[in-house]
């Protein structure tokens, strides 16, 4: 099969006239927090689409034009988006959304890791990997980086789930051996045996890749962070994913459980984890000299501001990790988290910032940006998508209000790209979302969205 997931944006054959959407559309194909008019728009848009990549990019008529022979299709009355990217998520949490009123550790203990357990049954693990998949795609997620089961079989059925489904999934074994319930364990020599296995099964098959990904400090032990180290050192382009200064009292036992470290980072440095393919999540709360080095390592960190709502975990101080040069995206950590929306998360970072102490004013920029290249950056294909620029894979949203809602009539009363923006982050979520694609295919549709 040919990889899709990290390969360059390359040049447009023109074997085919294409396909012409029109629709007013969005896009930051630049980093709004280090550049002004990172966000681009076009009232009348036009994206033309050739074999999955897009063509062009702009204003309709011109588009038009220029391709005569491109089909158009009208879509007038939604909007166009790129493909949104979740950057923290986990796939056995499904059925746990909503266990509301507790913290990390007593979260974990009773809602998330009883749940994980239950996906030792296949058949059960292959239903919430059907379901997994299905939500992200109805929630205009086309990419994301997802922590699998600690079943090898589980993670197996998740990587198929989403190879059937077609969407551009990170995914990996979830590595532990301490602190958790026991059948959630592995040895280390069996985390390695059974990580390999899964690498060499599903990474850089089709849109697949492979994340390794211990589940956190607390619950692995050094010889366990070293099969870590040995899998990123024996296999080319895969990512780390791992949880990072979520909560203090999480810190605390951390600071306990390695006590040679000088802080949380420490831990993953000491194994060479703190790198440039590495996604961290959380980092709510971070020390200095940790920010620094997490730059220094161009390593990225996934913000999951329902999460850390929900779980009272604490506010992120993003101004301190933009500051420091930290690379920061989107992640909507589903289960802790409030749900699959991207629109949401992203309002949820513009709440969360209002009311922390020097907390940063988003703008509609900012947060489409956050949902869509962000997360392309951070998971180092950047390249391919995230945006609407020319040569890249056509990765797409397709939203329309549903007539009468509040967000039509909000979009009644907004003519600037940053209004209509602020309307649909604000109101818009699954139920607007209609049709998604990946490559140019429709990963998704409702049953009442038009022909494209
Ligand atoms: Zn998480």
Known sequence: MVNEIGRPAGPVTASSAGELLRAPLFHTPRNPFQEDHALEGFADGGLLIREGRIAACGEYGTLRDAHPDARSVDLRGGFLLPGFVDTHIHFPQLRVLGSLGRSLLDWLEHCALPEEARLADQACACGVARRFVHALASHGTTTALVFGAHFSPATAALFEAAQTAGLRIWSGLVLSDRMLRPELHQTPERAYRESNALIERFHRTGRLAYAVTPRFALSTSEAMLEVCQTLLGEHE??????????????????????????????????????????????????????????????????????????????????????????????GTDVGAGTGFGMLKEALQAYLLQRIAPDGMLLDAAHLLYLATLAGAEALGVSDETGDFRIGKSTDLVYLRPLPGSPLAAALERQETPEGILGAIFTLAGAAEICEVRVAGSVVYRTESGEEA
């Open 237 to 330: 382009g895969l990512l780390l994913q791992t949880h990072l200064n979520e909560s203090t009292r999480e810190i605390a036992e951390v600071a306990r459980a390695f006590p040679w470290a000088s802080d949380y980072l420490a831990v993953y440095e000491r194994f060479g984890l703190c790198r440039s393919n590495a996604i961290f999540a959380h980092d709510v709360h971070p020390a200095e000299s940790e920010l620094q080095r997490l730059a220094t390592a161009r390593a990225a960190v996934a913000h999951c501001p329902s999460s850390n709502a929900a779980l009272g975990s604490g506010l992120f101080p993003l101004r301190r990790h933009l500051r420091a040069g930290v690379r920061c995206a989107l």
